[in-house]
């Protein structure tokens, strides 16, 4: 052979053996078990009636709604093959999927929509019940059509079919029942890919494949074991030992990320949290001096090296936050007063202000042991400008019941966003939602009729394009104002197996479920 | 007949103690800052008046106290604990089936450490000054000063990460369909670190107790007697100085057991072992009210229990300790 020819066969040969993985492993292929992190232990699986966090993990293999969102937030068909918008915008009408079963054989059909969203959530979703007010009515036009007619436009209507906000519910199993009592809430039944089969209270819950799943060939694991593990620690260990192979963002403390991110045959994704978008602040109570006073509220802004607080408390995840909408979430401004690390520019506001050195109170939010270290971190940078500060610890009854009580000077909090200012960010600075009880209630007690005003136009805008202006106009005014102190838009990693492909695909990420995952040979 | 009447006068003593347990923990759950609703509310990522308002009309919480507390109270004379608010099952029910997980945990740990425990103090106290009841000494004085979590961690890092021998965690293999031997091999592994770690405290207190309450009875004039009559040292130290000192061995073993149903809150946790002390936790956090007095009932109980099983046993040991 000549040297040219053996040159040119070798060169052909690495390319071809250089590409050999990528084609394998765009080949989905069925089969296998993956065994994940699930912490704290789910209250329930019924979607409906529980919506925090692992419920939503867990169940979002169980139950589905009628749409899905990509990582820019726009919808995609899931229980909803199409939907229409009528020219005012206040007619929105669904296309259903025909043949989609729930897990008992039942069809799934438009009056299954209308059950859910009219009857169940109505009297069991409190965060879907403020969209909902939104709604005039909902009716089934036939077996696979539906029909919403809102009372007036409403910005974000089409951003509230997901599954943690709209799950659905199977009608004849619930209707005419108490639903919270209802013996089938331990048996959760839904459309979703993995059917519920087996919960071991305090150690794991297990699904399976659902076989009827509406959509052809998928899913394609078998089963999927949900671990309860109460310790940090001992959840990084797991997966170090391979007895777990997914870590669902915030599952470990992030000091642990970069150990195991180093594993061999591991992957790390910050993707799957867009529509959530969690925006971490320092609530301010806006009632009492020195807090009341904009100029101490902002010295406590240039105070803050964020910069920092992300790089060692978060090992490097988050972005530091302009204002009160994340980058991730429609209408976010970046035409806004910025507020970088300047202490002198903050020892220069308290001594205009005349700040007296009282001290403050400040709860810092007991989630962990980086939470732990960030209050720490702004203690230490509101000292170095004068402000005396005294951390106080509580547990998170104590922390929801002080924040409930207005019994604060700043806490720290994060809170989801939603997709939509009208849905994540409003309900933390309009004065209409003033009121003790709630840590997401406007616990700040911030109030200004213009930014009241311009949430509430904002919400009915239509068509989308108009509520820009009337959103750029809000950041630049509450970033003046500064009625809580942003600190980051934080970013929860998952880790996985490399060999686990398509693990996280939408907005909503591992909340989304499995149906698109799949294990390499 | 000394006994009976000594037994009966304890049980009444018992239902009255565990009444007031019942009372005060009411009351003293209450007093911690926060309620369930609130807590609910606060997982559920949103809530508005109607939601906590429902909450606290299902759980009874909106009526006055003193309807709460006679409400739980008649709710226990008939052996009903009520309904966790969270984990949305009766607390019995709870209870039950976290109990086999904490009793394998605890019985073990227990065996462990009264077995070795006693052992390494006789040996200790016969060998007393030499290089062997040092060493026994400063083990056990490690084991004792050591943060029970920081051993936990330390022990999964060698056995289960480095040298692969144990399982880190959980109860048993859970996607793996085991039967037979094959299941309780499978058990037994998962057990070893945590029975060992939370053992090998309880192993150094009674190692201790041991060694110190032989030394001092070996000292006494009944012994010296005994050796005076001739008596090989071995039956010495096993008939007139173990037997004499095992009695506050007993006390400790009987506080002991009466938190084996309590389970181990630590140990637990780390090892994600599946037992009442995680359960008892986790309410705490979540303010669970009818589940953590549930378990404070049942732990009392057996507290309580096992408090009157240690007084008959000293009339046993030593006969000289009258019932009553």
Do not use: C
Not at chain 2, 283 to 301: H, M, T
């Amino acid at each position: 052979m000549r040297p040219t020819t053996s040159l040119l066969l070798g060169a052909v040969l690495a390319v071809y053996f250089a590409i050999m993985p990528l084609r394998v492993s765009a080949e989905p292929r069925s089969g296998g078990v993956i065994n994940v992190v699930v912490q704290p232990e789910p209250p329930g699986l019924m979607l409906g009636l529980t919506q925090n966090g692992p419920t939503q993990m867990v169940a979002g293999n169980i139950y589905e709604s009628l749409l899905r969102y990509d990582e820019n937030l726009s919808p995609i068909q899931n229980l909803a093959t199409s939907w229409d918008v009528s020219a005012d915008g206040r007619v929105y009408t669904f296309t259903l999927k025909e043949d989609v079963r729930w897990h008992d054989g039942e069809a799934f059909t438009a009056h299954d929509v209308v059950f859910t969203v009219d009857t169940f959530l109505r009297e069991t979703h409190p965060r879907l019940r403020v969209s909902l007010e939104h709604v005039e009515r909902v009716e089934a036009l036939g077996d696979h059509r539906v029909r919403f007619t809102l009372k007036q436009p409403f910005g974000p209507f089409l951003g509230i079919f997901e599954v943690g906000t709209m799950p659905m519910v199977p009608r004849h199993i619930y209707e005419g029942t108490e639903f919270r009592s209802n013996p089938a809430n331990d048996t959760p039944i839904g459309t979703g890919p993995f059917k519920f089969k087996e919960w071991v209270k305090g150690s794991h819950i297990h699904l399976v494949r659902n076989d009827d799943y509406h959509v052809d060939g998928l899913p394609y694991l078998d089963e999927i074991y949900w671990h309860v593990i109460p310790d940090s620690s001992a959840r990084a260990i797991a997966y170090e030992t391979g007895k777990v192979d997914v870590l669902p963002g915030g599952s470990i403390e992030t000091f642990d990320v970069e150990r195991l991110r180093d594993l061999p045959n591991t992957k790390v994704t910050k993707k799957g949290w867009e529509y959530f978008a969690p925006h971490a602040f320092l609530w301010i109570n806006n009632r009492t001096s020195p807090l009341s006073d904009p100029r101490f509220r902002r010295a406590i802004m240039y105070a803050m090296d964020r910069g920092f607080a992300r790089d060692v408390v978060w090992n490097g995840f988050g972005t530091v936050a302009a204002g009160p909408v994340s980058s991730k979430t429609k209408f976010h401004s970046t035409d806004v007063r910025h507020y970088p690390y300047d202490p002198d520019k903050a020892k220069a506001l308290l001594g205009e202000m005349g700040y007296d050195g009282r001290p403050i109170r400040l709860l810092p939010l007991p989630y962990g042991e980086a939470w732990q270290r960030w209050a720490e971190a702004v203690r230490q940078n509101l000292n170095e400008v004068g402000i005396q500060v005294e951390l106080q610890a509580t547990d998170v009854a104590g922390w929801n019941q002080r924040l409930n009580e207005w019994d604060f000077d700043l806490a720290f909090t994060y809170l989801y966003q939603f997709g939509d200012p009208a849905l994540g960010v409003a309900r933390t600075y309009v004065s209409s939602n003033i009121a003790k009880g709630s840590p997401w209630n406007n616990v700040a007690g911030y109030a200004n009729s213009k930014v009241d005003e311009l949430f509430a136009r904002a919400a009915i805008a239509f068509p989308e394009e108009n509520r820009q202006a009337l959103y750029d106009e809000l950041q630049q005014t509450v970033v003046e104002e500064v009625p809580v102190a942003w600190l980051l838009e934080l970013e929860f990693p998952t880790i996985y197996r490399s060999n686990i492909n398509d693990l996280v695909t939408t907005a909503i990420g591992l909340n989304d479920g499995f149906v698109d995952a799949w294990i390499e040979d | 007949m000394h006994r009976l009447h000594f037994l009966g006068i304890r049980l009444i003593k018992a239902v009255l103690v565990l009444f007031a347990i019942v009372v005060l923990n009411f009351f003293l759950i209450r007093a911690a800052p926060g309620d369930p609703a609130m807590v609910l509310a606060g997982e559920a990522g949103a809530a508005d008046e109607i939601f906590i308002a429902q909450l606290r009309e299902r759980f009874g919480l909106d009526r006055p106290v003193h309807e709460q507390l006679f409400f739980y109270v008649r709710q226990v004379a008939s052996l009903d604990l009520g309904f966790s608010y969270r984990q949305q099952a009766p607390v019995l029910t709870l209870i039950l089936e976290r109990l086999p997980a904490t009793l394998l945990l605890t019985l073990a740990a227990f065996l462990i450490s009264m077995a070795l425990g006693v052992l390494l103090g006789v040996l200790s106290a016969r060998r007393v000054g030499t290089w062997a009841d040092s060493l026994i000494t400063l083990v056990a004085l490690i084991f004792y000063a050591t943060p029970l979590f920081w051993l936990a961690l330390m022990a999964i890092i060698l056995f289960s990460v480095q040298l692969e021998w144990l399982p880190a965690f959980g109860m048993r293999s859970i996607s793996q369909d085991l039967t037979g031997l094959a299941y309780v091999a499978d058990v037994a592994s998962h057990l070893v670190l945590p029975a060992l770690t939370l053992g090998l405290f309880f192993m150094a207190v009674y190692a201790r107790l041991t060694r110190a309450s032989m030394l001092e009875v070996a000292g006494m004039d009944f012994v010296k007697t005994a050796r005076a009559k001739g008596l090989s040292p071995g039956r010495v130290t096993r008939d007139h100085v173990l037997r004499n000192a095992l009695l506050p061995v007993v006390t400790l073993a009987g506080i002991q057991a009466g938190h084996l149903v309590g389970g181990a809150v630590l140990t637990e946790t780390v090892f994600a072992w599946p037992g009442i002390g995680r359960l008892m936790f986790e309410a705490l956090l979540q303010r669970d009210y009818n589940l953590l007095l549930g378990v404070f009932v049942v732990a009392s109980a057996m507290v309580l229990l096992f408090n009157i099983i240690t007084d008959l046993a000293y009339t046993f040991i030593d006969p000289r300790i009258e019932a009553g």
